[in-house]
């Protein structure tokens, strides 16, 4: 394991803070997906909530291999995996694939929607909009070649949660290089990867900094979704993370 190689110096500690499911999180934002953001705010196990509705049984009654399908779809839907690749990872058939995708669709329309109007938005203007206004461009969603076509396509849904993410994590790094700066600590923001922030913290601050924190990156964005930020430590990055 890389992580491994990352290790404190003498007298400090790795903390890891990694946003927890936040492109879910935010395309049940910026779909609008009444049952998915409610399911967020009052802390319910999100793959399990998704088995419930998706497969039609009590949210006590979900299976293990329900729950282990719902989050296959959970994070494939937002990257456009089809019903072949679903199969793949869930060991299922193409067609079961294909109907689980349409159950999942069904039962969140708010969700296919979305998904169409990015689609048809990148058409049109050659661009999607992350949820602060930025634009990432779409080429090829024009294409005739059917592959390039739908390569664009699934960049067109993805992007603006990817994006606005992205754009969280910098607004939280903007928050806490202040805050650090200004209060004199000897805590060091080391590493950005994807959703995660990587510290070097004095021992002695590691009780005020980790709520400091956690406080700024769940503030980073006023959703009406909550942002949850799970932290860990560490002498290496891999004990932390």
């Known amino acids: 394991n890389i992580r491994r190689a990352f290790i404190a110096e003498n007298g400090f500690t ?30 319910i196990d999100i793959h399990a909530k998704t088995a419930a509705e998706v497969f039609g049984v009590p949210l006590a009654h979900v299976t293990p291999e329900q729950r282990r399908q719902a989050k296959a779809i959970n994070f494939g839907i937002i990257y456009g995996i089809s019903g072949f690749g679903l199969a ?13 995708i349409r159950g999942y669709l069904d039962r969140f329309p708010e969700l296919r929607d979305f998904m169409e109007a990015r689609r048809t938005e990148a058409r049109e203007r050659g661009y999607v909009s992350t949820l602060f206004g930025r634009r990432c461009a779409i080429r090829g969603i024009n294409e005739k070649n059917a592959a390039m076509r739908g390569f664009a396509e699934r960049q067109a849904i993805n992007a603006p949660l990817q ?16 805050v650090l700066a200004e209060g004199k600590h000897r805590t060091r923001m080391i590493l950005q990867v994807h ?4 510290f070097e913290v004095p021992t002695a601050e590691k009780d005020s900094i980790t709520p400091l924190v956690k406080s700024l990156m769940e503030g980073a ?14 002498k290496n990055w891999a004990e932390a993370h």
Not at 163 to 178: E, F, Q
């Open 14 to 43: 790795l903390l890891s803070a990694d946003y927890s499911q936040i492109e879910l999180r935010l395309a049940a934002e910026m779909a609008s997906i009444p049952a998915l953001k409610e399911a967020f705010k009052q802390g």
């Open 88 to 100: 793949r990872q869930i060991g299922c058939t193409p067609a079961e694939g294909n109907a689980f």
């Open 163 to 178: 994006g606005t993410a992205a754009d969280i994590m910098k607004r939280a790094m903007t928050k806490i290089s202040g």
């Open 195 to 198: 959703d995660e922030l990587l």
């Open 221 to 234: 964005a006023n959703l009406s979704v909550p942002l949850v930020v799970e932290t860990g430590f560490g």
